[in-house]
């Protein structure tokens, strides 16, 4: 070997140790950090989790490490927790330590720490408490916002008509029925299923969470910088992003043009006269950018989770037609075919009730819920997790716990329902999380869920493009989301 490629092998091997070295120091094993996996230097725990099965990657963890481990995202540690006691300890006894907003790269990017839903400290308290505040001055859990749902579930019900019985895809018309109840929130109105530019906000919004959750979205949460600088489709979030973005400043200029502050219209009335109230208030969290990521966070949040729980609902009901016909049987008891069902009729529907917590339980829509974070050094049990640690509270692992749902990966409504047929209640249903992050629209979701599902089922009958023991209910993707798989299904009047 020539001396200068000794040398040159000599660097490149200097250059791993110190690498090894960097990474075996921020290691568990001082009794401080949770345990967990070895490490690669760079690529972290990245080959040892399965992202097409990380819910079982996951379990396997806890079982050889607890209800509390470490991973490491590329070079960022994470701390997993796994459980019911662990994540209730972490989001509701101790809410206070565990109520900070951790890292999400590719959000982190496009937001910039701005809105309601992945900001921090001051800001967040004072846009939460204004954001619930508001939403419930319009209507949220009350009577009136559940009569605006009926109106569109009328319009849902026009529209499936017009089907006429052929195979379609659900998606798109989902989204733009549950997206015109928070529409008619934050903008004040509602559009038409066939308003272009609208379908097109739909169609950029559902592009985002697709490449979110894809194995591009899941690189990025690995190795953001290197992301950054790749091509690939992850670069048209960005562009998807500022669609959204110009959309909202477009209704924000409109409604400045046209506000009265004397009767505000709807959230962005009512954020623009907060503005003007605090424009002497140099700290002030209520100016222009943060009145665009609201909204946008209100939108988004108010669409997506929504509507594809809903979608997953269907293909699931598709699966099984017996559960289909109980649930349309309780219907035609209760509430008949010629009136719209109403929130009061949950209390007397314990089977529907129970296949709509079902429906959201075994989906396990935000599978390792959203990342929280701890502002110091925390000790967890006989462990700390120091401090700007992002944690996951894993929620699939409570919606799945086997002692209390038993076979939690088989689709069963039993799971909510005492032996005498009556609802049964359950502290491990935690869909939306827990305690002071919650989610901000839980009220408003239960009630769509509830009321578009029934309102579907009382007048049509779904039957499945495919043989429904050939249904694949496994998520098609799964990464800040669990999504379903593609689906055509016909609408038969009943």
């Known amino acids: 070997m020539d001396p200068l490629g000794a040398i040159t092998g000599l660097l490149v091997l200097c250059f791993f140790c110190l690498l090894f070295l960097a990474t075996w120091r921020k290691r568990p094993g001082n009794g401080k950090l949770p345990p967990g996996p070895w490490s690669l230097p760079i690529l972290g725990n990245a080959l040892q989790l399965k992202t097409k099965d990380l819910t079982r990657t996951l379990n ?66 004072q846009l939460r408490r204004f954001a619930l505040t508001t939403l419930r001055n319009f209507g949220m859990g009350k009577k009136s916002i559940e009569e605006r749902i009926q109106e569109e579930t009328q319009c849902l019900v026009e529209k499936l008509s017009s089907t006429q019985k052929m195979p379609f895809d659900p998606t798109f018309l989902l989204s733009c029925t549950v997206s015109n109840v928070i529409c008619s929130i934050v903008f ?17 919004m559902d592009d985002n969470i697709h490449l979110l959750n894809s194995q591009w979205g899941q690189l990025y949460q690995l190795f953001p910088s290197l992301m950054d600088v790749l091509p690939g489709p992850h670069n048209q979030m960005a562009i998807n992003f500022a669609a959204l973005k110009e959309f909202i400043s477009e209704e924000l200029k409109k409604h400045e043009e046209t506000l009265d502050p004397t009767s505000p219209r709807d959230f962005i009335d009512c954020f623009l006269i907060k503005m003007e109230q605090e424009k002497q208030n140099g700290k002030t969290e209520f100016h222009a ?25 269907l293909l699931i009901l598709l699966k099984y037609p017996d559960i289909q016909e109980k649930v349309q049987e309780e219907i035609d008891h209760v ?49 700390i997790i120091p401090k700007g640690t992002t944690v996951y509270p894993i929620l699939s692992s409570v919606l799945h716990d086997s002692n209390e749902f038993p076979n939690p990966e088989q689709f069963n409504p039993g799971h909510f329902l005492n032996e005498n047929g009556t609802f049964r209640k359950s502290n491990f249903f935690m869909p939306f999380s827990a305690g002071k992050r919650i989610c901000l629209g839980e009220g408003l ?34 990464g800040l989301m669990n999504l379903p798989r593609p689906y055509q299904l016909c609408v038969l009047p009943r």
């Open 188 to 204: 004040g109105n509602r559009y038409d299923y066939e308003d272009k530019k609208f379908l097109a906000l739909i169609d950029k």
């Open 289 to 313: 950018e943060n009145s665009v990521i609201t909204t946008l966070d209100l939108f988004s949040g108010g669409t997506e989770t929504t509507s594809t729980t809903l979608r997953y609902g």
């Open 60 to 125: 396997k963890l806890h079982e050889k490490y607890g209800p509390a481990f470490t991973l490491y995202f590329g070079s960022e540690r994470v701390v997993m927790l796994h459980g019911y006691q662990a994540v209730k300890e972490a989001l509701i006894d101790r809410g206070d330590e565990f109520v900070s907003r951790g890292k999400v790269p590719v959000i982190d990017k496009l937001i910039k720490g701005l809105g309601v839903i992945f900001s921090n400290g001051e800001q967040w308290k």
């Open 335 to 383: 509430i008949g075919r010629m009136r719209s069902p109403c929130m009061a009729d949950r209390s007397q529907m314990p089977y529907t009730d129970a296949v709509v917590h079902e429906i959201q339980r075994f989906i396990a829509l935000v599978p390792l819920g959203l990342p929280r974070a701890v502002s110091q050094d925390t000790p967890f049990g006989q462990y």
């Open 445 to 478: 979701a239960r009630m769509e869920i509830f009321l578009f599902l029934t309102t579907i089922l009382q007048n049509f009958t779904l039957k499945p493009f495919t043989d429904p023991k050939e249904i694949d209910i496994s998520p098609a993707l799964s």
